[in-house]
């Protein structure tokens, strides 16, 4: 594809539900983010793949979140349990290597717990 | 934490005016960059500036590092109606393989 893909775009979820985000990654992008960005706050961050690297989960508010990257292509972050509080929405995004290479970023999931 | 804080939070110009807003950080960088965020959702990335840079153009974007005083501001000359977004600094930390970390971001609102 041309771009960093996630799915789905809008995801409502009653609390206590698990929910999976997917993203795809621009091909060849060996770095991948996500981070979460509450309603009118700045990016958080949550986690960080790199090649085969152990990945970088310092971000991860609770041990409800997790994430997986299958290679260098997809990844999926999963909630479990959701709360209210985890409403916001869900960027992913992916680059070229380290060194702080330009993100290139999906147009994230809005999720919503009602 | 490395994290950057932009400064305004809001800002609101006129067309024509040119725009500033500044972003602080905290540890040492090997770059700094800028993006641009529309409606909520995706990031675009504006500019990125080495820490070895002290200045840095792109079409209307004027990017300054100063890294004695760790900090970093971007000007947009001649604002349009069409620059309202939100706009965030991210630094990326020495060492290899350290994640990209982004400030609250400067809300900026051209009005015609």
């Known amino acids: 594809g041309a771009g960093v893909s996630q799915s789905p775009s809008n995801k409502v979820t009653e609390k206590g539900k698990d929910v999976e985000l997917r993203c795809d990654p621009i091909?060849?992008?060996?770095?991948l983010y996500w981070y979460r960005q509450r309603l009118g706050q700045g990016l958080e961050f949550l986690i960080y793949?790199?090649?085969?690297?152990?990945?970088?989960k310092s971000g991860l508010p609770s041990d409800r979140f997790s994430a997986e990257r299958t290679g260098e292509s997809v990844s999926t972050l999963t909630i479990q349990r959701t709360q209210q509080e985890d409403s916001a929405v869900y960027l992913c995004?992916?680059?070229?290597?380290?060194?702080?290479?330009?993100?290139?970023f999906g147009n994230g999931t809005r999720l919503t717990v009602t | 934490s490395q994290q950057g804080e932009e400064d305004p939070q809001a800002l609101s110009i006129q067309e024509g005016e040119n725009a500033t807003m500044n972003c602080s950080y905290k540890?040492?960088?090997?770059?700094l960059q800028w993006y641009r965020q529309n409606s909520g959702r995706g990031l675009v990335h504006l500019i990125l500036?080495?820490?070895?840079?002290r200045e840095k153009h792109s079409g209307r974007l004027r990017v300054t590092l100063d890294t004695s005083k760790k900090s970093s501001s971007l000007l947009i000359t001649a604002s349009r109606a069409a620059d309202t977004a939100s706009y965030f600094c991210?630094?990326?930390?020495?060492?290899?393989?350290?994640?990209?970390?982004f400030g609250k971001g400067t809300t900026l609102s051209v009005s015609s």
């Open positions: 540890t040492s960088i090997n770059n």
């Open positions: 995004a992916s680059s070229l290597g380290t060194g702080g290479t330009p993100l290139h």
């Open positions: 500036i080495r820490s070895n840079e």
């Open positions: 991210a630094t990326a930390g020495n060492q290899a393989g350290t994640a990209l970390i």
């Open positions: 793949f790199q090649g085969n690297s152990a990945p970088d």
């Open positions: 091909s060849g992008h060996t770095a």
